[in-house]
């Protein structure tokens, strides 16, 4: 709805009319002349919001807004960029903390100028990604000009690493750790598959919370590192499982509640299942489709190689993360690899024909009847007029490392060209 739009840009508009009027306030010494100790806490009181909220606010104002002192004279903001995009409301408070909490990390290291690039490229990045991304990337570039202290610090988490377990009162296990990047990202990559959610013999949903299915999977982990020392790795395969559709009814248009057909069979469990839910099915899932003729004779045998290979599904990660879908924001776990074309209907099991989903956007897409792109190796979203009446085109997949690097070369400084020589006449 167009009235979400608009009252965010009114409340951006009067945000940054508020950030100018504090800055202003605190220049001309108001908070401390009615009592209070810092700016934040007159803030704070008088607009009746959390301390961490007005010292956001307060940081803000001082660091990315135009002002003029009381003899009337302008004071430049210090960091512009972030200036001019809070006041024509192209990123928020958050947006703005993020990035001059970036900016200065990385001050005791860089130049004013190295330290105005990259306040230009965060700015920049800030106005069509959300904090926490902003916050990957200014990560990223600090360790590119702070290589030395990034490294102190992964020795100082290696020096800090702890495990505690005992047993509670009531005979259960409590374990506490605190790892290093490294071994929590070997935490995460060895217990995410086993965590990921499984439906009940019902068929309903998971009913385990998260923490439920952590435990479940360091006790499947536990049991695989006594039997054996090899690993599930990340992207197997699946279970198999056989089922038979008639083509006439795989083949009907999905949606169109004159043309249903009759639903496939789970040969298994003998349990009916519809033809939409094959077709989704079929994208990842290690499915045998047995497709049948008017006589109920089998026509073909699904291949095995629609399903995307570990190698190929490793790609789509890098490419997507856990999901491509626009603004997903499921944390790292076990994703589907989507066909664009479907591959019942000829659609090839390669990189620019995949795309990653969790579950909730893989139903999605597939019940909504949303289309998807692959325009210069990244896929485009398209809603359906159902969702979106103007069918905007919507940039999917979460930024990654490598494109954080494409960004960082723009901080990089291009090496100076030797000057030719000059020839005496």
């Not at 803030?43 to 009381?70: C, D, F, P, Q």
């Not at 998260?210 to 039997?227: E, H, S, V």
């Not at 139903?363 to 289309?371: F, G, N």
């Amino acid at each position: 709805m167009a009235v979400i739009a608009d009252t965010e840009a009114v409340m951006r508009a009067a945000m940054a009319l508020q950030l100018r009027a504090i800055a202003e306030a605190e220049q001309r010494g108001i908070p401390a002349a009615q009592g209070a100790r810092k700016t934040q806490t007159w803030v704070r009181e008088k607009l009746n919001i959390a301390a961490g909220e007005a010292k956001s606010r307060v940081l803000v104002a001082r660091m990315a807004t135009e002002s003029t002192t009381v003899d009337g004279d302008p004071v430049p903001a210090e960091l512009p960029a972030v200036a001019e995009a809070i006041n024509t409301g192209a990123i928020t408070v958050a947006h703005a903390r993020t990035i001059i909490n970036g900016v200065r990390r990385m001050a005791p290291v860089c130049t004013p100028d190295e330290l105005g690039q990259a306040e230009a490229v965060l700015t920049d990045y800030a106005r069509v990604h959300s904090p926490h991304d902003l916050a990957t990337l200014a990560e990223r570039v600090r360790y590119y000009f702070d290589e030395d202290n990034a490294f102190r610090t992964e020795e100082v988490q290696h020096v800090l690493r702890e495990l505690h377990y005992g047993t509670d009162a009531d005979g259960m296990t409590v374990i506490n750790a605190r790892l290093s990047r490294e071994a929590g990202a070997k935490f995460r990559a060895a217990l995410q598959p086993l965590a990921a959610p499984l439906p009940s013999e019902d068929g309903q949903p998971d009913f385990r919370s998260p923490g439920q299915r952590n435990a479940d999977a360091l006790d499947a982990l536990l049991d695989i590192a006594l039997a054996s020392d090899q690993l599930p790795r990340s992207g197997g395969q699946r279970p198999h499982i056989t089922i038979t559709i008639n083509y006439d009814d795989l083949i009907r248009t999905l949606g169109d509640t004159e043309k249903r057909g009759m639903p496939g069979t789970l040969t298994s469990t003998g349990q009916p299942i519809t033809a939409a839910t094959v077709r989704r099915l079929a994208c990842d899932a290690e499915i045998l489709p047995v497709v049948l003729g008017g006589d109920g004779l089998p026509l073909n045998v699904g291949r095995t190689e629609r399903t995307a290979p570990p190698h190929l599904r490793a790609a789509l990660l890098l490419r997507d993360g856990t999901c491509a879908f626009p603004a997903c924001d499921r944390p790292p776990g076990t994703p589907e690899a989507h066909h664009v074309e479907s591959w019942i209907d000829g659609g090839a099991t390669d990189l620019n024909n995949l795309v990653m989903l969790c579950g909730h956007h893989h139903r999605t897409i597939h019940t909504q009847h949303w289309t998807i792109a692959i325009e210069d190796d990244h896929p485009v979203f398209t809603a359906p007029t159902t969702v979106d009446s103007e069918r905007s085109p919507r940039p999917g997949g979460r930024p990654t490392g490598t494109e954080h690097n494409a960004l960082l070369h723009q901080l990089i400084p291009q090496p100076r060209q030797p000057e030719e020589p000059q020839t005496r006449v």
